[in-house]
């Protein structure tokens, strides 16, 4: 699979899917729906807690991926953003960590393999989402107490091994490490993949992506765009980039900056635009897709998806946009 994923890299660039909680938002679920049979008697209130919905609502996650792959996504990431024993813990749900992975890595990847013995011109990927968890190793949540730090890097380690094995166990063709706004957590998460790919003799592909969270081009923890790919560079990679907290006009310097200095593949997934007063986003599929084309005029980016506010609708503009177009050229 790895073969067929550089094959497909090297012949066109790649189209990511867009958001899951958009979609899923569109369901309406009740908090009876989130629990489903098996959480009926749950102790906590767990309704938005979205990648639970692998275990309850496996149908609709299987729905959302097929609509992607309808769109013309080539890759879509497992409903797996928070499943880490330190985000699941917000719910008291640690337990059901390899579950939750397992369960959304084999749904995609049963879709995805349906697409393609349907195409095999055109091969499916699934990516193994990893988010960056509610806590920071680099910060002190609390102001009056700069030193203290709400989890270790030994603490993460762990709990993005135990993600990192369920994922590969459920079938995943690569991992994306995504919406880093803290580089440590990213470097606990990168030790634990190699940990992993060393047990197991792995050559499992990484995607690494970071979100530039203001006007000043920095990370939460203060990097710039380009200290941002030297602090992740001694791990090989498939491809680095960004995703959320900005729309796409917005991320193209940060794509720029990256794409001048590196060999990997460029990785982008902006949301539709920033967010309205009401948390919304407005940017229709057009909108988006007039931006992004600017990447693709500029030669920056490999793959290209949606982050925020994104749909099918969205991502089918995208795919319309890159067909036929030749790659930026990367290091495979």
């Given at each position: 699979?790895?073969?067929?994923?550089?094959?497909?890299?090297?012949?066109?660039i790649l189209v990511l899917d867009g958001a899951m909680g958009t979609m899923l938002q569109a369901y309406n679920f009740s908090e009876e729906?989130?629990?489903?049979?098996?959480?009926?008697?749950?102790?906590?209130?767990?309704?938005?807690?979205?990648?639970?919905?692998?275990?309850?609502q496996p149908a609709a996650i299987a729905e959302v991926h097929r609509k992607y792959f309808e769109a013309g996504a080539?890759?879509?990431?497992?409903?797996?953003?928070?499943?880490?024993?330190?985000?699941?813990?917000?719910?008291?749900?640690?337990?059901?960590?390899?579950?939750?992975?397992?369960?959304?890595?084999?749904?995609?990847k049963e879709v995805a393999q349906s697409f393609t013995e349907k195409e095999p011109h055109k091969p499916r990927f699934v990516a193994g989402s990893i988010g960056p968890t509610n806590k920071t190793a680099s910060m002190s949540p609390?102001?009056?107490?700069?030193?203290?730090?709400?989890?270790?890097?030994?603490?993460?380690?762990?709990a993005y091994k135990q993600q990192v094995e369920a994922l590969l166990d459920g079938g995943v063709d690569m991992l994306l490490v995504e919406?880093?706004?803290?580089?440590?957590?990213?470097?606990?998460?990168?030790?634990?993949?190699?940990?992993?790919?060393?047990?197991?003799?792995?050559?499992?592909?990484?995607?690494?992506?970071g979100t530039?969270?203001?006007?000043?081009?920095?990370?939460?923890?203060?990097?710039?765009?380009?200290?941002?790919?030297?602090?992740?560079?001694?791990?090989?990679?498939?491809?680095?980039?960004?995703?959320?907290?900005?729309?796409?006009?917005?991320?193209?310097?940060?794509?720029?900056?990256?794409?001048n200095v590196t060999n990997y593949g460029i990785s982008a997934h902006p949301n539709a635009g920033l967010p309205n007063a009401f948390g919304e986003y407005d940017e229709t599929p057009e909108q988006m897709a007039t931006q992004i084309k600017k990447y693709i005029?500029?030669?920056?980016?490999?793959?290209?998806?949606?982050?925020?506010?994104?749909?099918?609708?969205?991502?089918?503009?995208?795919?319309?946009l890159v067909e036929n177009v030749t790659p930026r050229k990367c290091k495979l």
């Open positions: 699979m790895k073969s067929q994923l550089t094959r497909a890299l090297q012949e066109r729906d989130f629990r489903g049979e098996r959480f009926k008697d749950f102790q906590l209130s767990v309704k938005g807690n979205n990648d639970m919905l692998s275990l309850t080539d890759i879509v990431e497992t409903n797996t953003f928070s499943s880490t024993t330190i985000a699941m813990a917000d719910y008291e749900m640690e337990a059901y960590v390899y579950d939750l992975n397992y369960a959304s890595a084999k749904i995609a609390d102001v009056n107490d700069p030193g203290f730090r709400a989890v270790s890097f030994e603490e993460l380690r762990v919406t880093v706004f803290d580089t440590l957590n990213a470097k606990a998460c990168l030790f634990a993949i190699e940990e992993v790919k060393e047990e197991r003799n792995s050559g499992i592909p990484i995607m690494v992506s530039i969270t203001d006007a000043s081009g920095r990370t939460l923890s203060g990097q710039t765009a380009v200290a941002f790919l030297i602090s992740i560079s001694h791990i090989p990679l498939l491809s680095v980039g960004f995703n959320c907290a900005l729309g796409a006009s917005q991320l193209q310097p940060h794509l720029e900056a990256i794409a005029d500029k030669n920056l980016v490999n793959i290209v998806g949606g982050c925020c506010g994104t749909t099918p609708a969205h991502i089918k503009a995208i795919a319309q």
